[in-house]
């Protein structure tokens, strides 16, 4: 476990270099540009790591992901997922990070070291196919993506600023 003093985790998760599969790490990245975030919040750029990451979310109190998630939906369709529904939607694979996102949910839940609330904002995305950035809809969609995380952290009593 890494006790940093942040207690919120927020983490970005997918492959920058297979189009819409990066954009949850795309996400974080414009989250820390445009946002100030309180002290207790961390974060992170997952990429692809799975079980790497649990150490990095033990024992705190709320964990957020933001990922391209398979909804069978229009591309650039938002959604959000809670702990227990995150494993079921990974059950059909868009890459290789999301065999280890449900593993991770599962050890931290085997050790008990998980927070009772974790949340997923994802996006359903157009391709996963190798190339750098999102597709047109997934671009279109992704302020929309932004304000879904801003608004579950309001939800969650967080307040960030503007830069």
């Known amino acids: 476990m890494i006790d940093n003093g942040k207690d919120i985790v927020i983490i970005g998760i997918g492959n920058i270099l297979m189009s819409d599969d990066g954009v949850g790490v795309f996400a974080v990245q414009e989250l820390m540009k445009r946002y100030s975030f309180p002290d207790n919040v961390e974060l992170i750029d997952g990429g692809t790591k799975g079980l790497e990451l649990l150490p990095f979310v033990e024992g705190k109190k709320k964990l957020l992901f933001v990922d391209a998630v398979n909804f069978d939906k229009e591309p650039g369709t938002l959604g959000e997922l809670s702990k227990d529904e995150i494993p079921g939607y990974f059950a059909t694979k868009l890459s290789v990070h999301q065999i280890a996102l ?7 839940r085997l050790l008990g070291t998980l927070p009772e609330d974790i949340h997923l904002v994802g996006i359903q995305p157009e391709s996963t196919e190798t190339g750098y950035g999102m597709s047109t809809q997934v671009k279109r969609s992704f302020e929309d993506l932004i304000m879904a995380v801003i608004k579950k952290l309001d939800a969650w009593g967080i ?4 830069k």
């Open 102 to 108: 449900p593993d991770l949910v599962g050890a931290g």
């Open 159 to 162: 307040a960030v600023s503007l």
